[in-house]
């Protein structure tokens, strides 16, 4: 099962792999610079923007980084639908 802390554990490693500030990440995957300082600070997301996001994560997923052990990551399949 996702949760939040799952979408951050993504946005954390990415960010690290690239070496880009958490910021930078929230604007590539929600278009908004703020989106995941928010859910850091107990902010909520609906479900379409959750899923979007993690889809997002696992089709941009940089090389060489390791998925995050425990988080579920969609088949690439389901990103392409």
Known sequence: ??????LLLLAEVYGNALGIPRKTVS??????????????????????????????????WPDGAEWPEGVERPAVAEVAE
């Open 27 to 60: 604007s590539r995957v929600f278009s908004d610079s703020k989106k995941l300082q928010g859910l850091h600070d107990g902010a909520d997301i609906v479900t379409g923007r959750f899923n979007a996001a993690v889809m997002w994560f696992s089709a941009n």
């Open 1 to 6: 099962m996702f949760k939040i802390a799952s």
